[in-house]
């Protein structure tokens, strides 16, 4: 009787630690659902300090050096590895946020642009080649992103591959 009473308390345990587990894993994981929802609860006056301060990184412009949180991000691409890279530029006096997710599973740079201002997402999960290409130009380097299909979309679709960032060659 005793074996018996410690075998489900045992069982009990474990299947508490099974779900704190679940609770953690599920609340730090990354999904598309997870990133349009961050999205969409940014307030339309949101400043640079306010994202800079959240972890998004400020690609406007001719950067100065290279920035090594893109380049970790660029890294963990190319090994096969989850990762997120979370930007915001400015283009005529609109601000910009763009949220880069590597999905290992798909192989692929999922993308999301956001105008808060106008709180409207711009081709919500466009993708990406985990392959990028670099160039260089008058000591610039340029990052760009080569556009593939989302297969999750039957339509035809545009595809244009998108500059992720530029900086000045040291």
């Known amino acids: 009787m005793k074996k018996k009473y ?3 308390v045992l069982l009990g ?4 630690c099974i779900a704190i587990t679940y609770a953690i894993v599920k ?3 990354i999904s598309a659902g997870s990133i349009e929802k961050l999205l969409y609860s940014l307030t339309p006056s949101i400043t ?3 994202l800079e301060r959240d972890g998004f990184i400020n ?3 001719v950067q100065p050096k290279e920035n090594k949180v893109i380049s970790r991000f660029l890294s963990k691409v190319e090994t096969n590895k989850k990762s997120i890279l979370k930007s915001f530029y400015w283009y005529e006096k609109d601000l910009y946020i763009k949220i880069l997710f590597y999905d290992p599973d798909y192989k692929e740079v999922r993308s999301w ?3 808060p201002i106008k709180q409207y997402a711009i ?3 466009k993708r990406f080649s985990k392959n990028y290409e670099i160039a260089e130009n008058d000591n610039i380097i340029t990052i760009k992103l080569i556009n593939i299909k989302n297969n999750s979309i039957p339509a035809e679709q545009f595809l244009a ?3 992720l960032y530029s900086y000045y060659m040291n």
């Open 161 to 163: 591959d998108e500059i």
């Open 123 to 125: 081709s919500p999960d």
């Open 27 to 29: 609340k730090h994981s």
């Open 113 to 115: 642009t956001y105008l």
């Open 6 to 8: 410690y075998f489900f």
């Open 13 to 16: 345990l474990l299947g508490v």
């Open 59 to 61: 690609i406007s412009g």
């Open 48 to 50: 640079e300090e306010e």
